[in-house]
């Protein structure tokens, strides 16, 4: 593959070699001045080396656009490039030439030389060297509107485009301005109407650059922006392929132009040096401009203005190149810089999508460059134009207007017609490529061409799709791309490799999942079954407990009466503690239900203050209750409202001596009733309040030796709250106190 530098340096030494044979001529033409047919073939040759140094800037276009836009349309732009040179080229030999320089019918087209053959003619040698120059001219106009609307037009659409371009819209144009028998071969004395007027456009400002650039224009109009490329007001960036090859495009255009420029001049005589001078100044002012302004700005200037910047200043000078003078050359190619510069912000504002910035370039910098022809011209020049109308009796204002006849006439009608004649063809046959085909590029969409970057997309997209990891990249260690595919098939070797791993481990952890899941079952239902068996006796042994001591106070046998209350506080605590686990079991088990029913709060809360008050007043606390809806009807499961809030009022009590408990309640939005239990207790420390909702866990080991408890009345609590569509909350602070909250709903919706 040949690097940017080598090309670079091949450039150079072609450019060397280009310069050494112009000087060549020039010395032998001089020498040979007497000789009249050696001079006019040494023009001629003149002009076929201009000629083929505007062939050049195909390859420059080429190279532009394909590093500027995305990889996955790069091979489609290349083509574009390659194809409309074919197809402008014959359709200007068939009727684009007749109808540019044939002769003209009231100044407005051609009606002669179709299909051009000037063989056998006495100037068919100068005829044909004309052709050929001008075709290259037709080629450029075509090219301009393939990087304006790279990315989405179907590739047969713009092959139509071209053989439009190339028939009647840039030949029609070129006829109003550059039709002059005076200047052709075999001509009738027949000119276009522009020229007439005195309208100047030395090498195509505006015929040939702003009528690419209006077309363009039109056509992006039509086809609408690169999906993603304006997004509610954002202007996106797509990352440019290549930029260095765009580079080299520039280059290779910079190069072309001074055969652009200097071929139009027609021979080889003392004004081409001056030509060419202006032509290099010119390209140099448009990026010096820009850089400055960056410079100004403390900015670091974009890589697109940089190459649009000196691209501008060629089109600018363009127009008069041959009337100006150095100075007025680096005006006019700074000027055009800054110009494009603008032009590109302003099609953003508007949303217009100019990938390379076609528009920018060839329209704006064409029309900048024409316009101003008359205030850098030297005066002799607009005085000796004879064509000229005399408005004023400045030449200067009267060059003016004649520059502006020339620049909206050929934009009203580049644009109308084109705007006219696509927007009829797009109705029925869609100029745009589809979704899917500007999704997954227009060089497989259109060409089924690939490369190894789509290679290796498609591949990541096939993984990222499928899971299937075992599909490998291309691979080839003397490309990026393929460098990029073998480091990457590594990882995917190694990821292979870990998710074989993942899944034995997956499946080995499902397996034990299910058995430990069939365990937890069996746990809970033992749990159950147990609860039960231990609550029957217990229950008797309380209810006995209970009756004998009413018989032994009856009796007054009061030494009996202490220990039989022993047994029954005892008989009580192992029954609280035997529905705790039942009810864990049940919860876990998902066998626990709401029983939803409509009661009033306020009998709720006196139940509450009732069996709370006797363990508050045990550690000689102070109970508080602060309601602020009372009068309230909720739809709840009453009897888990009241073992919740027993259990958080009972820790309170358990953790505060000599101290205060406070129960408050108030609404809470969305129809939710919110619970704090305050405490001024021992409080918790942060990792502390982590075990708090934990089974079989309090706060600390020291807590169930000096306090008691097994720790299963919070969980319990916070799983029953969440069954509600509740949440449990906890704050604390050591040596302050703690608080826990609940917020339910007011009325819980029955499941159905």
Known sequence: MISFSTSFKRLMIFSLGFVILLN??????????????NAANIDLLWMLICAILVFMMQAGF???ESGIIRNKNNINVALKNVSDFGISIVCFWAIGYGVMFGVSKSGFMGSNDFFFDPSGTATSGQAMTFFIFQSMFCATAASIISGAVAERLKFNSYLIITAIVGTILYPVVGHWAWANSDDMFGGDGSTGWLY??????????????????????????????????????KTRKFAPSNLPLSVLGVLLLGFGWHGFNGGSNLVLDEAVPGILLNTFLAAAAGIVACLIFWGVQNATAPAGDLLNGLLAGLVAVTASANWVTPIGAVCIGAGGGLVAMYATRLLERLELDDPVGAIPVHLAGGIFGTLVLPFFAAEEHLTGNSNLNNYTDNPRVNQFIAQLTGIIAI??????VSYILFKTINHYNPLRVSQEAEDIGLNIAEHDSSSDQIDLLKIMQYQNDTGDLSVRGPEDLFTEAGQIGYHYNILMSSLEESDKIMRKQKDSLKVAMQKAQTANKAKSDFLANMSHE?????????????????????????TYSEDLSKINSSGEHLLTLI??????????????????????????LKQIEATARPLVDKNKNKFVIKCKTKKLKLKNDQTKV???????????????????ITLQIKPEKKDNLRFDVIDTGIG??????????????????STSKDYGGTGLGLPISKKMTEMMGGKMEVKSKEGKGTTFSIIIPIAVQEEK
Request: hydrophobic share 40%; charged share 25%; proline share 1%.
């Open 24 to 37: 060549m001529l020039h010395t032998v033409k001089a020498a040979d001045s007497t000789t009249e047919s």
């Open 62 to 64: 080429m190279c532009l």
């Open 196 to 233: 007439d007027a005195g309208f100047i456009d030395f090498a195509g400002s505006t015929i040939v650059h702003s009528t690419g650039g209006w077309i363009g224009l039109a056509i992006i109009l039509i086809i609408g922006p690169r999906t993603g490329r304006f997004v509610e007001g």
């Open 411 to 416: 934009g009203l009608y580049t644009f109308s």
């Open 534 to 558: 231990l609550r029957t006796p217990l229950n008797a042994i309380i209810g006995y407990s209970e009756m004998l001591i009413e018989e032994a106070d009856d009796d007054g046998l009061d």
């Open 579 to 604: 529905n705790d686990i039942l009810d864990l079991s049940k919860i876990e088990a998902g066998k626990m239900d709401l029983h939803i029913e409509e009661f009033d709060f306020a009998n709720l």
């Open 642 to 660: 009241r073992q919740i809030l027993f259990n958080m009022l009972s820790n309170a009590a358990k953790f505060t001596k000599k101290g205060t």
């Open 684 to 701: 918790m420390s942060e990792e502390q309040m982590g075990k708090v909702f934990e089974e079989f866990t309090q706060a600390e080991s």
